[in-house]
């Protein structure tokens, strides 16, 4: 005979995961895992790093899970744990960052605005992957994650001028990506 799981909402596991309970630790972590692997997956250089990323992450949201004070939604909680406990990861394994003087950023190439649209979310997440460390974190942090860039500055522990820097590069290189694909998928020599 097989027992199925009840469902809980994210409240209850959290209040459940306040008073101690293991299994809800259990559920909690199955209910959020994907999500935040796909997190951890832009911070990292491999799945296997994303995984130990997470597994840091939840270390973390546990250890802190009774100072969550249900002020905003729990999952961005535990994504703002995550991004935090990603870049540490990476500060600690890897060496860090290839700064750029802002007058040194260049400028941007144009791109046709329909063929970026119609990129795959696979595809661009891939090419943002292949950013140099660097690039890819000011770059996640600032377009994805919402940080503004004082706040990055802070979390990586660069100059703000750095980290607008950072994303300056990291979106041309983007454009210059995106342009490559663009001519050869209607055929124009680039």
Do not use: W
């Given at each position: 005979m097989m027992f199925?799981?009840?469902?809980?909402?994210?409240?209850?596991?959290?209040?459940?995961?306040?008073?101690?309970?293991r299994k809800a630790q259990e559920l909690l972590y199955k209910q959020l895992a994907g999500k935040m692997l796909a997190v951890c997956m832009r911070y990292a250089t491999d799945?296997?790093?994303a995984e130990d990323m997470l597994q840091n992450g939840f270390i973390k949201v546990f250890g802190k899970?009774?100072?969550y004070?249900?002020?905003?939604?729990f999952e961005g909680w535990v994504r703002r744990i995550m991004v935090h406990s990603s870049i540490e990861y990476y500060r600690?394994?890897?060496?860090?960052?290839q700064v750029v003087d802002i007058d040194d950023a260049g400028t941007e190439p144009s791109v046709n605005p329909i063929a970026a649209a119609n990129l795959d979310a696979k595809v661009l997440m891939?090419?943002?992957?292949?950013?140099?460390?660097?690039?890819?974190?000011?770059?996640?942090?600032?377009?994805?994650?919402?940080?503004?860039?004082?706040?990055?500055?802070?979390?990586?522990?660069?100059t703000e001028g750095a980290s607008k820097s950072q994303l300056s590069r990291a979106r041309t290189i983007l454009k210059e990506q995106i342009a490559k694909m663009e001519s050869k998928s209607y055929g124009y020599a680039g």
């Open positions: 199925l799981e009840p469902k809980y909402t994210i409240e209850q596991l959290v209040d459940r995961c306040k008073a101690g309970e799945r296997m790093e899970m009774a100072d004070r249900a002020d905003g939604s600690k394994h890897h060496k860090m960052m891939g090419l943002i992957q292949q950013l140099a460390p660097g690039y890819r974190i000011v770059f996640n942090l600032y377009a994805l994650e919402g940080y503004a860039h004082k706040e990055i500055a802070e979390i990586v522990g660069i």
